[in-house]
């Protein structure tokens, strides 16, 4: 920061000029797109539908609405906007709303440019810093958003009709950047009505001062849809404020899930735990396969933190096992999928016709993933060959308890069982993750009725059918 100029006067000979929030959005966000740079990084599926509304709005010098169910990206998206501000942004120093050195606003910061001119102490604040969020609690008042009176001031002697006796609020303390309400339809009413004057004539109004703060705020919300009738909703005239109203929605594609669940789950790398591509398309494909559910309630939604939080169940269910068994080599099985029981109950609200039956659903649920992916990844003549090997007295079996060396035998006693484990283990032919692919195909025959199944506790045995 040595490099940047620390009075008014300073700032000026630069050629410094001044830009509203909205208008430097705008401009950045025509440089990077000219440059083939992403404006929302991190944000997966949105490609052809979100980000290019999202474009537009910004373009547009738009506030926006994001709506959409739980677990939709909406709070990343609004965060990331900051991605498209200046590094730094220059204000007098000590102002508390982020007063422009060229175009003031608040009394403090015009009594410092009227009584020191060019001599007028700048400060430099991060483009992280710009950013404001508040999540809509009924409790939230005018006090919180907007300001109050601080009675401390009062004390030390002010007059009450002294602008300098104020306690700025959330939306002044933001001004020249972007703030955030999550959930805002869970907002009082009487409190949203608060929010009119700084959408459309942008300033405030405190306790009836007259005082008039011009703030310059990029407002972006977000909000469940059943939220209007739930717990709450958003008033018209706010509403109709709003520039652009986007719906979020989850990914389209099991792909685009795994790539999501890769990004944002949290596997310790001393935990040398490696997940098989079959196995994370089996997570995501239970993801899917819960939102189509007729047995759970798809008003509040399936959210893509279900995915991720049974990625690291999985994976922490996997070292458990092989802790036991004093393996190092950490890869993930069928046997270990019933530990998903508890990461899911948590995230899905089963319908009420089936209370009591969570257990029931989410196993059901997740024997359709097993049979789904094994459909897809696992065909052809090898299975039919995998099958006629066990006609006869031919019996595999399988548990947690069994270390990944023991399925070495396994192999060696139903050679067939070779071509469609290599295919799954591609370049990966570790004990542990052939392991793996054996209880897949079992378990997958199995589910697609071509093998019986006995099972005692974690012990599983499969069988021909004859």
Known sequence: MTDRPDTLGGLKATGWTSRTIKEELRQNAITRMKANETLFPGVMGYEDTVVPQ?????????????????????TRIIRSLTGLLDEYMPIIAGSEINDDPLEPISQYAKDLVAEYGDDTKIDWVHRDDRFGEKLATPDTSIADLIGEVDPI????GRYLSDELTLHYGLVPRTNRGVFAINELPDLAE???????NVLE???????????????DVMLVASANPEDYTNRGRMITPLKDRFGAQI????PLEIATEMEIADQEAEIPADANVRIPDFMKELISTFTHLARDSSHINQRSGVSVRLTVSNLETLAAAALRRSLKVGEDDVVPRVCDLDALIASTAGKIEIESLDEGRDGQVIDHLLRSAVLTVFKNTVAGEGVRQVVDAFEGDVMASTGDDMPSTDYADLLAQVPELAGPVAALCADDNSPAMQASAIEFVLEGLHLSKRLNKDSVGTRASYRGRA
Do not use: S
């Open 201 to 215: 004539e942008r300033d405030v109004q405190v306790r009836g001062y007259k005082v008039r703060l011009p703030l």
């Open 54 to 74: 999202m474009e537009h709005a910004v373009l547009a010098g738009h506030d926006i609405v994001l709506l959409g169910e739980r677990g939709q990206a909406k």
């Open 153 to 156: 001031k009062v004390a030390e």
């Open 190 to 196: 009487r409190i949203q009505v608060g929010l009119l």
């Open 247 to 250: 719906r979020t929605h989850y």
